[in-house]
């Protein structure tokens, strides 16, 4: 699935490509070249005039008149009876005009390796060095930190670096951050009126959020409606290596339970994230980031967007592209308070082995520093990508060690138990790619999990001798993936939203793409316990029996409206039926979210 959303809307893994750069779409691009002969798209403009002719633009390396041949950016062109020659501005030429060293346009079309040219333009300034290409995008591809784009079939990096324009469009110039870019991270533009190192952007957004008797309550449940408003704004600056970044957050909630009552709710003011990246450090492909960075991976199944203090090295080249970080919670004395008694330790490789194969290993190990000792080590492994044009997979694989500790009831004692557990979630979609890009999900997830029984026998020291085989996520995790729509969303239900412990789900969904801004998913989730336990890590107040692993199902609507990078409109609903694990009598629960975020 990572290199279909690749195709669909550009790298996530470091470098985030406009939507508008998608196979078929006519661009011209601005060419720099690497000492390795690396080609690096400078700025790509996006055209609009129909034509699909190729263009190529740069000054004549060689030339051979005997036998009708120019070599322009690295391309043997040929000069036929029928090639136009003109000059920029008006007037007739001829070959004899024609010499070394002469910038030229060149209008044509390839014939395998050999450019043929209809019309060659000698261009009226010859003052400054020009390296353009002009066509259809042929392929878009990833590759380590950057997308590649293959235009007049060159093969053409797109960097942190890379300015788009066209269309009365600004230019992007910081999309690149440390780790995977997301729909949450900023967009920096410019001009943005500090400079041409310095960006400023920001984002206001408005929720809501309506729930519905999560306690399963069989006479009238409770209901509660909480609106927020958020803010984000951001400072980016880069001077050549350095690349500095911060950000400040703030955000209020009101709740609402009553036609009358009207409470406020929370109200927070903080920085997020706020480091300094230095790149290229002793090799171009190297760099180290220190500060309060976002982690975050393309399914955030392992770990998402918690921000943490850390040190964190980066190694991409080509296909290849290495973690590894330590970070603790230093200053946030107010946020993620469990993160402020661990280390951690995260390493992470990808390898983009095929077109359509991404391989991603993860290794994420949290010590605590308390006597409960809750300190997991989970192992795990990625296969994603595409099999054909229709069909999509992905499929994650983890296994979990390290240590867990609880307090006793009877005894007051902390038990320390060692962990043996795995999980494995794996899905596939069929695209039928046409006009409105219907698509079907199935996917299917476990965590291991034990019964209740296990911890039922009141001698510690016999209890600390068995091992855990519960699953737990690493505590990062969000669970958050848009598949083929345009917005993000809880892949395990909006309403029940559940950590993937002790439980197994199957997911089977259906959708529609109507249009590059409007995507509708509709996805049905049935809920069993791996092992029967009165424990679930959910957003339900209720607690299952744990006599029957049947806990229910749930409907879950997804709808998104992205019109362009500057305006999101999200909603998602969903209403879970309990199963026989929560008794007869439970009623059902609902919950739905509306988000809308605005970007300047």
């Known amino acids: 699935m990572a290199l279909a959303m690749v195709a669909a809307a550009g790298v996530r893994a470091g ?52 036998a009708g041949r120019l070599r322009v950016l690295g391309f043997e062109v040929a000069v036929t009876a029928r090639t136009a020659i003109v000059h920029e501005g008006g007037g007739a ?26 019309e060659i333009t000698i261009r009226r300034n010859q003052g400054y060095r020009e390296r353009k290409v002009e066509g259809p995008i042929e392929a878009l591809d990833a590759r380590g930190d950057h997308g590649v784009l293959r235009v007049v079939g060159l093969e053409i990096l797109v960097t942190e670096s890379t300015e788009l324009s066209g269309g009365g469009r600004r230019h992007a110039i910081l999309s690149r951050r440390v780790g995977v870019v997301d729909d949450d991270d900023l967009l920096f533009l410019r001009p943005s009126g500090l400079g041409r190192h310095l960006a400023l952007a920001g984002e206001v957004r408005l ?22 408003i958020a803010a984000v704004l951001g400072l980016a600056a880069s001077f050549g290596p ?14 609402l ?22 790149r290229g450090l002793g090799a171009p492909w190297f760099s180290v980031a220190v500060g309060r960075q976002k982690f975050d991976e393309p399914r955030e199944w392992y770990y998402s967007r918690q921000n943490l203090d850390a040190v964190r090295a980066v190694f991409g080249w080509a296909r290849l592209r290495l973690e590894a970080s330590w970070s603790r919670n230093l200053f946030d004395k107010h946020r993620n308070l469990r993160d402020r008694t661990r280390d951690n330790v995260i390493l992470y490789a990808r390898y983009d082995a095929l077109q359509a194969l991404a391989v991603e290993g993860f290794w994420v190990r949290r010590r605590d520093r308390t006597e409960l000792r809750d300190s997991p080590r989970i192992l795990g492994l990625r296969l994603a990508g595409e099999a054909g044009p229709h069909l999509e997979f992905w499929l994650d694989a983890a296994r979990e060690g390290g240590t867990r ?52 026998n009141g001698d510690p020291d016999a209890q600390a001798g068995l091992a855990d085989r519960t699953f737990r996520q690493s505590g990062l995790h969000r669970n958050r993936d848009r598949y083929t729509g345009v917005v993000s969303f809880r892949y395990y239900g909006e309403v029940l939203d559940p950590e993937l412990s002790n439980l197994r789900i199957l997911t089977l969904g259906v959708g529609l793409h109507p249009s590059r801004a409007i995507s509708l998913d509709l ?31 749930e409907w ?33 629960a609902s919950v739905w979210r509306f988000q809308a975020r605005f970007r300047f």
């Open 242 to 255: 350095a690349f500095l970044y911060a950000e400040a957050v703030g955000e209020k909630e009101f709740v």
């Open 257 to 278: 339970q009553s036609a009358d009552t009207f409470e406020d709710g929370a109200s927070d003011l903080r920085i997020g994230e706020a480091y300094v990246e230095w």
């Open 523 to 553: 996805l049905h989730h049935r809920y069993r316990q791996d092992a029967p336990s009165r424990f679930l890590q959910s957003d339900l107040d209720a607690a299952p029996s744990g006599e029957d692993p049947g806990l229910g199902s």
């Open 556 to 588: 879950h609507l997804v709808a998104g409206y992205e019109p362009g990078r500057f305006l999101e409109l999200r909603w998602t609903a969903g209403r879970f039926r309990p199963g026989p694990a929560f008794g007869d009598e439970a009623k059902a």
């Open 405 to 456: 500790g609880r307090r006793d009831p009877d005894s007051g004692r902390i038990v320390v138990r060692p962990v043996r557990a795995r999980a494995l979630d794996g899905g596939l979609i069929w695209r039928w790619r046409t006009r409105l890009d219907p698509s079907l999900v199935v996917s299917y997830a476990v965590g291991s999990g034990e019964p209740d029984e296990v911890l039922q």
């Open 207 to 228: 929720r809501a959020e309506g729930s519905d008797n999560l306690e399963l309550d069989p006479d009238d449940g409770e209901r509660e409606l909480v609106p927020e």
């Open 93 to 118: 030429g001829s070959p004899a005009a024609l010499a070394p060293g002469l910038r030229v346009k060149i209008e044509g079309e390839r014939r395998g390796e050999l450019f043929v040219a209809e």
């Open 15 to 66: 470098t985030r490509l406009a939507p508008e750069l998608k196979p078929g779409a006519r661009v011209q691009v601005k060419l720099e070249s690497r000492r390795d002969g690396t080609l690096v798209a400078e700025e790509i403009e996006i055209e609009s005039d129909g034509d699909r002719d190729e263009e190529l633009r740069g000054d004549i390396e060689g030339l051979d008149a005997a």
